[in-house]
Nanobody, 123 residues
């Protein structure tokens, strides 16, 4: 009923920048809290940043000052602007969202993940 699609990943040199986008679509009444997570092979998925519907943000210490999370509620879209990228930032980045879903009979709350986009920081 709802899907999240990440885009904007790729290969970048250390010190470079990338902007990730997460587009939500489907039977969406509202998008609630959203976030970005990242994962590398053999490790657990880690928090990168979160943002409430009202715009309150939270960042992992490792990205604070370099990454900026934002959202466009009218477009059901989440963004992550990444600057001063380091090799340690290399990972698959996943979009996460709490969603109030519209059905034919009413509303319900659910949680969704995107399929991820690869970010590689290398010289």
């Amino acid at each position: 009923q709802v899907q999240l699609v990440e885009s904007g990943g790729g290969l970048v040199q250390p010190g470079g920048s990338l902007r990730l986008t997460c587009a939500a679509s489907g039977s969406i009444y509202s998008l609630n809290a959203m976030g970005w997570y990242r994962q590398v092979p053999g490790k657990e998925r880690d928090l990168v940043a979160t943002i409430t519907r009202g715009g309150v943000t939270n960042y992992a210490d490792s990205v604070q000052g370099r990454f900026t999370i934002s959202r466009d509620n009218a477009k059901n879209t989440l963004y992550l602007q990444m600057s001063s990228l380091k090799p340690e930032d290399t990972a698959v980045y996943y979009c996460d969202a709490g969603v109030t879903v519209r059905t034919g009979t009413g509303l319900y709350n659910a949680h969704y993940w995107g399929r991820g986009t690869q970010v590689t920081v290398s010289s």
